[in-house]
């Protein structure tokens, strides 16, 4: 990979990165501070929906964050031809 593929492959990394972050920090900030008054008027599972998310869903959204992290950065290793496999052996 020549120094233009890795400049690129890192800013797509770094653009999925800022994306995935910024829906996390809408959901946990958003959800759980800012409209939590809104939200509240919403009952879920027979909690206030604005607790539920400050308490439980942001931190379910982070995991599935994690797990939209891992598959695309599989899809993008893939593209890039990067295996973490042979990475590892070459540099032990």
């Not at 797509?12 to 946990?28: E, G, H, P």
């Not at 959800?31 to 379910?60: D, H, R, T, Y």
Request: glycine fraction near 6%; charge should be negative.
């Amino acid at each position: 990979m020549d120094q233009s593929q890795r400049q690129e492959y890192w800013r797509r990394n770094l653009r999925l990165m800022a994306s995935l972050l910024t829906v996390w920090a809408l959901v946990s900030f958003g959800a759980g501070i800012l409209f939590v008054e809104q939200l509240n008027k919403v009952s879920f599972m027979g909690f206030p929906l604005g607790f539920w998310f400050a308490q439980q869903g942001s931190i379910i959204v982070f995991v599935i964050l994690i797990a939209i992290y891992v598959w695309r950065m599989d899809k993008l290793d893939a593209e890039y031809g990067i295996d973490e496999y042979e990475q590892e052996v070459h540099h032990s």
